[in-house]
């Protein structure tokens, strides 16, 4: 499966199929603690700061989801990262519907948000992954991002991978 063959929406979100579509996931994830689960408050709140969600669709069937999120320094102060947050983005959730696991759409949407982030002038990019997550974390080291350490947050155990983006 090939994710520039799927139909992206980026604008304008609705929020509450989002979430309906990320719990639809997680209710069929093994480790469901594994995804984060942003209110929708949260969700509003963080598109207003320049985030940005994408969901793909197979016709009218939601498939996966990215999201990238502007950092800010308090982020990058409990990341142990000391560079310009204006510099640094943060992958935010992605997830592929458990019908298509397996097609490789989580390295793709990782490939789209490099590109994304350099031709928006990041200059480097995080993400928190669950240090039990072997999936996600086979497919950041495949994207060449580093592991920093380990944090515990409210959700839990997270490890902190980050990648400086080649421009």
């Known amino acids: 499966m090939i994710l520039k063959e799927l139909k ?11 979430i309906e579509f990320r719990e639809k996931v997680k209710s069929n994830m ?11 408050e949260d969700i509003i709140s963080l598109l207003n700061k320049d985030s940005k969600i994408w969901i793909y669709y197979l016709e009218s069937e939601p498939v996966c989801s990215m999201m990238i999120i502007p950092s800010r320094q308090e982020d990058l102060n409990k990341f142990e990262l000391n560079f310009n947050y204006k510099e640094v983005a943060d992958y935010g959730p992605m997830f592929v519907s458990s019908k298509y ?11 789209e948000l490099d590109n994304y982030c350099i031709n928006n002038n990041y200059k480097y ?15 950041l080291l495949k994207d060449n991002f580093k592991y920093k350490c380990t944090k515990h947050f409210t959700r839990g155990p997270r490890n902190i991978y980050f990648k400086k983006l080649k421009n």
């Not at 093994?30 to 929708?40: T, Y």
């Open 8 to 18: 992206c929406i980026n604008e304008n979100i609705n929020i509450d199929e989002y």
């Open 125 to 139: 990019v995080a993400s928190t992954i669950h240090p039990d997550n072997i999936y996600s974390i086979n497919n």
């Open 30 to 40: 093994e480790h469901p603690d594994w995804l984060g689960d942003f209110s929708k």
């Open 101 to 111: 696991r397996g097609n490789g759409l989580q390295y793709q949407m990782l490939q």
